[in-house]
């Protein structure tokens, strides 16, 4: 069977597909637009769709549109009712679910050949389950979801027995964890559906001084859900913009916030496993993105396994709309890395250097020259095979670094033009984890937080948080051989079994995923190599 899922009704529109029960190709219409996000999550866009990410998809299989067997659209306007009526301010939304109805006539006309009547609606927050629920290694599992909104409820919770998902609690509008952390998000100053990941990192730096009132206001209510009470923000922090400073009642404020946010998503999970008795724990929807969270639930939650979906976000309801109407006849295959998008081959690589008329080296060991240049401090711009889905970078499209040096976290800030504040992560090998991070191991897409050994703490400041942790990905010598081998190279070096990760970009850009984008922030960046492949390109040869 050959399934084509799509979102694209609010933001982070994508395509994936899935043949014969297969992961084949997963990507983010962001990736080709390079427009960061693909869309501002407004009605007045629900109407454009990923299809340079869908035509993609299609090649990377050699299919034609008429070839498909379904098409999955990861929203259900059938489920839409008028938002007023249940306390949510959008005048434009009745916009938004009108092209949803027509998005089977778009799809056609994007792609001569689709039979419109092959294109299925798949609730939105079941598309987020099964790319969480299907697509991790346990076949029976307790599935939570949480985000935004999708058609009229920001919550599910569910038991995948086999292919089959059984939903115990949805929590209706406009009661929603992850509209009141967006709303925090505006009223800090950032970008709403966007930057929310900054708000969990500032919340590092403050204390929970307010958490007795968000007890009052954001609570379970014993039955699978949750009530959000309306918030006077300024009560609390005064409102920020956009480049200021921020002040350390905003970070109380966001730590006050988030460690409520942790409280409730464990009180959720804890009454799905006294639903469920499931031992395993799989997760989607955007506020499963954030990895404190995460690790809150992994460690004080009653389940003995935690599988969260890389891409949390909207980006994965087009898997988990692929995966859900593949199950219908058959258990799909478990994802097993997030590398799902494009590749470029040796030959391509050495040719678009040519073109570019780039000196470059391609030498026989090529760990050894890289761990060398990160030993001696360099930043390096890294390169290789299938780009990342989701919005974490695993090796793939990474800048690395020497996590020995503090002013490395504040250097690679400056490169990616970010505020300080924020941290940066670190690879290490499985093998080598559990001496230094205490946490949920192994940890491959870096969605937990992990304690740094105080011993460690010093010798890797650049990737320790304030609050001395560090968001890791660990590296499975089988999976990742050239990573693996470059971090033996620079421990061999240096005596730390560590590198700094942070994702291949500058503010507000979405991750390098093509060669010319490669190249592109290398010409505009003072990282000292690119790693293109096999290739490497000096700075210093490449622009004298």
Not at 187 to 192: C, E, I, K, P, S
Request: negative net charge.
């Amino acid at each position: 069977m050959r399934v084509l899922g799509v979102n694209a009704i609010f933001h982070d529109p994508s395509a994936a597909l899935v043949v014969d029960g297969r992961i084949v190709a997963a990507a983010e219409e962001e990736r080709f637009s390079r427009r960061k996000h693909g869309k501002r999550p407004v009605p007045w866009s629900a109407w454009e769709l990923p299809e340079q990410a869908i035509r993609w998809c299609l090649a990377e299989a050699g299919l034609q549109p008429s070839e498909l067997d379904a098409v999955g659209y990861s929203f259900d306007p059938s489920l839409c009712v008028d938002l007023s009526g249940l306390g949510v301010t959008d005048p434009g939304d009745q916009v938004r679910v009108d092209y949803a109805w027509r998005a089977p006539r778009f799809l056609a006309a994007a792609l001569p050949g689709l039979d419109p009547e092959k294109v299925v609606f798949v609730p939105h927050h079941v598309a987020h389950a099964a790319s969480a629920g299907l697509a991790a290694p346990y076949e029976r599992n307790a599935c939570l979801v949480l985000d935004g909104r999708g058609e009229r409820a920001s919550h599910l919770a569910g038991l995948y027995d086999g292919n089959e998902l059984k939903v115990l609690a949805a929590q209706e509008l406009p009661h929603s964890l992850g509209l009141l952390y967006e709303d925090l998000t505006e009223h800090l100053g950032f970008l709403r559906s966007s930057d929310e990941y900054k708000v969990m990192a500032l919340a590092s730096y403050g204390k929970p001084r307010h958490l007795a009132d968000f007890r009052e206001l954001v609570r379970t209510t014993g039955d699978g859900g949750f009530v959000t009470e309306s918030v006077d923000w300024a009560a609390f922090a005064a409102a920020g913009r956009s480049g200021e400073e921020l002040s350390g009642a905003q970070a109380d404020l966001a730590c006050s916030v988030q460690r409520r946010l942790e409280e409730v998503l464990l009180e959720l999970a804890r009454w799905l496993h006294e639903q469920t008795g499931a031992k395993a724990l799989t997760m989607a929807g955007g506020t499963a993105l954030n990895c404190v969270a995460n690790s809150v639930i992994a460690q004080h939650g009653p389940y003995e396994h935690l599988w969260v979906q890389p891409a949390a976000g909207d980006a994965g309801t087009s898997l988990g709309a692929a995966l859900q109407l593949s199950a219908v006849t058959e258990r799909p295959q478990p994802m097993t890395t997030a590398a799902l998008g494009r590749e470029w081959s040796d030959e391509e690589l050495t040719a678009r250097l040519r073109q570019a008329a780039l000196p470059f080296e391609t030498p026989p060991d090529l760990a050894a020259v890289v761990g060398q240049a990160l030993a001696d401090n360099e930043i390096v711009a890294w390169y290789q095979g299938r780009s990342e889905y989701g919005p974490r970078a695993l090796g793939h499209r990474s800048l690395l670094a020497h996590p020995g040096h503090r002013q490395n976290l504040e250097r690679l800030n400056d490169i990616k033009g970010r505020e300080q504040f924020r941290p940066v992560a670190p690879l290490v090998l499985v093998e080598k984890a559990a001496e230094i991070f205490a946490g949920p191991l192994p940890s491959p897409y870096m969605l937990f937080v992990h304690d740094v050994a105080p011993a460690w703490q010093e010798r890797i400041p650049a990737v320790v948080h304030v609050d001395g942790t560090a968001r890791i990905q660990t590296v499975d010598r089988a999976d990742e051989p050239l990573l693996a081998s470059l971090l033996d190279e620079f421990e061999a070096r240096t005596g730390l079994p560590v590198l700094v990760n942070t994702s291949l970009n500058t503010a507000g850009r979405p991750m390098v995923d093509s060669p010319s984008d490669a190249l592109e922030l290398f010409g505009s960046t003072p990282a000292g190599l690119l790693v293109l492949g096999p290739h490497v390109i000096r700075r210093q040869a490449a622009f004298r």
